[in-house]
């Protein structure tokens, strides 16, 4: 018979080789969240959204084709799908919108070495054709002030960026940190040309930002991204409230858990403290649109 002592051991030793929880575990999972209908079938890695004209608008990011395409929100129809002429899709990663423009942000930089980064403008009155194509209004190249190109590792920087939102006068970046897992603003002009993007906070996000929209008139501001580990990705979203001015990390901050295993990557302001979202096709779970509804947390 074993001494007592042993099995004391055995269970010190076991409850040692437990490592803790990783520390995006601790937040709130949202309680209303309620899934919408599926996307088209065409709508396989949506990486941007937008709720304009009683519709979503959405992209397929990097190595499809450079198209914008509206579709219904409570059953699965695509609306329109208009070809962006004389423009590719390098890495399309986000949507934005003001009163006049929709903003396509061809700026994905997994890698950390392009220098071909662009946001281009389509004038929203040329949107309202049934299908067909639409050129654009202009464009907004830029630079990193402070990236330094090519000395950075694959996938392990903080030059990446899938989340933009649209001010009065300015353009805001929130990019996708690999290296520190956290977000930084970047502001640069929204009129055409050639832009130096000028680093402002940083915000520890806990994991990586992937889209982004305002509520101007309610003061929130909206960041979805995800983390990922062995059984896939734990999308979240943060809001932040309280703020002056556009100084976005500078009051309240709030980040829920979403009650899903996808790969959340847009988000779209609704009605009030309602927000739409939608999923990547991955690993045979299709691509949705969701609700969230900040009413009744």
Not at 207 to 226: H, N, P
Not at 258 to 271: D, M, N, T, W, Y
Not at 286 to 295: C, E, N, S, T, V
Request: hydrophobic share 35%; net charge positive.
């Amino acid at each position: 018979m074993k001494s007592p002592y042993f099995y004391f051991f055995l269970l010190f030793c076991f409850s040692c080789s437990q490592a803790p929880p990783p520390s995006w575990t601790n937040y709130p999972v949202a309680s209303n969240f309620q899934e919408l209908s599926k996307l088209p079938k065409s709508i396989h890695e949506s990486s941007g959204l937008v709720y304009w004209k009683e519709g979503l608008w959405t992209l397929n990011d990097s190595g499809n084709a450079p198209h914008l395409l509206q579709v219904g929100i409570y059953k699965k129809e695509k609306r329109r799908e208009l070809k962006v002429k004389d423009v590719a899709n390098i890495d399309w990663e986000s949507l934005a919108q003001d009163s006049a423009y929709f903003y396509i942000g061809d700026f994905g930089n997994n890698k950390g070495i392009r220098k071909n980064l662009v946001i281009h403008l389509l004038d929203k009155k040329t949107l309202l054709v049934p299908n067909g194509k639409i050129p654009i209004a202009g464009s907004i190249a830029f630079k990193y002030q402070d990236q330094e190109i090519p000395a950075l590792p694959q996938r392990n920087h903080n030059f990446n960026c899938e989340a933009m939102i649209v001010g009065a006068d300015s353009i805001f970046l929130f990019t996708k940190n690999h290296a520190d897992q956290q977000t930084q603003i970047y502001r640069l002009p929204k009129t055409p040309g050639s832009h130096i993007a000028i680093p402002g906070k940083k915000f520890q996000s806990d994991g990586l930002i992937t889209g982004a929209d305002w509520d101007a008139a309610q003061g929130i501001l909206a960041l979805v991204g995800y983390n990922a580990d062995s059984r896939g990705h734990h999308p979240f979203v943060w809001f932040f409230s309280d703020y002056s001015g556009t100084d976005f990390f500078g009051g309240k901050a709030q980040r829920l858990n979403l009650p899903v295993h996808l790969q959340v990557e847009g988000i779209a302001h609704f009605k009030e403290r309602q927000f739409f979202l939608t999923n990547e096709t991955e690993g045979g779970k299709k691509g949705r649109i969701f609700l969230l509804d900040l009413q009744k947390e």
